[in-house]
């Protein structure tokens, strides 16, 4: 735990889940400098009811692990995050901080976003494409008095962005580095120049239907302006050399890693995928767009598969590729999807089968904290003689991990890059 001193208070907060030997701070240079503009810029913060605030709800988008809404409580703002770990970390320190539940309001990026928006701060994301994404949706929330601020690590902010946030929102410029953060200024178009604007940014039309995930009661664009389609999803029909799932279409939401095409480690993993028959219960964990569970299902109909992910776009990708593929009665019937903190939502002993990919990234940090996270949740859901099986590059290690879990742990096929490795649960 470390503690986060801004000019609204000092606040001790934490990532989700909670490791006391976790040296990874909830925060970084970025979220500092842009609450310390905010201050030195004066920008009425102190709560709605504040009559020289800007018209509107206040936004954090893509704040990582609540910092920015936790310092700015008392302005009641709405978070829009991607990432269900990002809420739970946000829900732990607004408790530490002594924050009431109702004081933030948090959304997913499946979400409708609020009806106007007077401050849009805006956490700049490793995708440009969720960036597109979410930015095309607030756009027509945001009016000429919307205070909108970017921030990132110089490393994070690309003129690609730059040129994205004054494509959709209007001109963009930006701040000099303060320890090796930046800023994004960004004036708001007037209304009938910024429809036009968002209209040229969005692209093709989507090729893909998504699966409604919005929340009951959201409110939509103002002055009842529908927001632009974007060009999310997107779908692509994958080649004969895709193993199980050859000749399967993919679809992904925006965010998604390999969104455009599919990677060489998933690849390498469809081409080896167990073969199984029987009332399987499988879990695609980390399921990403869903295609190797998907894979997995169609190979085996006796199969019922669970897909999980912290993602909220992940786990739309993965109930849409499903769905294309299988049709939306087996997706009713066969499949259940979770955003979940790995495999919190499923009883011990419940699993025959586990197929997993595991991140090592966390943003921009590298490592192995979530893949022991899952191999250990793995464990637990996997009943008696259940399997997991593991694709990973070669040079991570994984098989020291699962002997130490399962007791061994089996090398199924690996080549120079990457390794599929199979561990039974005793």
């Not at 030997?21 to 970084?28: G, S």
């Not at 409580?73 to 530490?96: E, F, G, K």
């Not at 991140?359 to 490592?367: D, G, L, N, Q, V």
Request: charged share 25%; net charge neutral; aromatic share 6%.
């Amino acid at each position: 735990m470390n503690r986060f001193t801004t000019g609204w208070g000092a606040y001790d907060l934490t990532r989700f889940p909670e490791d006391p030997r976790d040296t990874l701070r909830a925060w970084d240079a970025a979220d500092e400098y842009l609450l310390r503009h905010l201050r030195d810029e004066g920008v009425r913060l102190d709560g709605p009811d504040d009559p020289g605030r800007p018209d509107g709800a206040v936004v954090a988008l893509g704040d990582r692990w609540g910092a920015l809404v936790t310092a700015l409580a008392a302005a009641r703002p709405v978070q829009i995050t991607d990432s269900y770990l990002t809420q739970c970390a946000t829900r732990a320190n607004l408790r530490r901080a002594g924050v009431p539940d109702d004081a933030v309001t948090l959304r997913s990026t499946r979400d409708e976003p609020p009806a106007r928006v007077g401050v849009l701060l805006v956490r700049v994301p490793k995708s440009l494409a969720l960036l597109e994404d979410q930015l095309t949706r607030l756009a027509p929330s945001v009016h000429e008095g919307t205070v909108i601020v970017g921030a990132g690590m110089v490393s994070e902010i690309h003129t690609s962005t730059l040129k994205l946030f004054d494509r959709v929102l209007g001109p963009t410029r930006t701040s000099l580095a303060v320890k090796k953060a930046r800023l994004i200024f960004c004036t708001p178009r007037p209304a009938p120049e910024a429809a036009e604007s968002a209209a040229g940014a969005v692209g093709p039309a989507p090729r893909a239907a998504e699966s409604a995930s919005g929340a009951a009661g959201a409110a939509g664009p103002a002055s009842g302006a529908a927001a632009p389609a974007g060009p999310w999803p997107r779908s692509y029909v994958l080649p004969s050399d895709a193993g199980a799932a050859s000749g399967l279409t993919v679809v992904n939401h925006a965010g998604i890693f390999c969104a455009d095409r599919l990677d060489i480690g998933t690849r390498f993993f469809l081409n080896h995928l167990p073969e199984r028959s029987g009332a399987d219960r499988i879990v695609d964990l980390g399921c990403g767009n869903g295609v190797v569970g998907t894979a997995a299902a169609l190979a085996n109909p006796g199969a019922t598969v669970t897909f999980t992910d912290e993602s909220y776009q992940a786990v739309a990708s993965a109930r849409a590729t499903f769905t294309a593929n299988a049709g939306e009665e087996a997706a009713g019937e066969r499949a259940r999807f979770l955003v979940a903190d790995s495999l919190a939502g499923l009883e011990p002993d419940s699993v025959d089968l586990v197929l997993n990919n595991p991140p090592f990234h966390s943003h921009r940090a590298t490592t192995d904290t979530t893949a022991r996270r899952m191999f250990a949740d793995a464990r637990r859901a996997l009943r008696p003689g259940g399997e997991l099986w593991v694709v990973g590059n070669r040079h991570l290690g994984y098989h020291i991990r699962l002997r130490r879990l399962f007791g061994d742990c089996e090398l199924v096929v690996g080549d120079p890059k990457f390794v599929i490795l199979r561990a039974v649960k005793r």
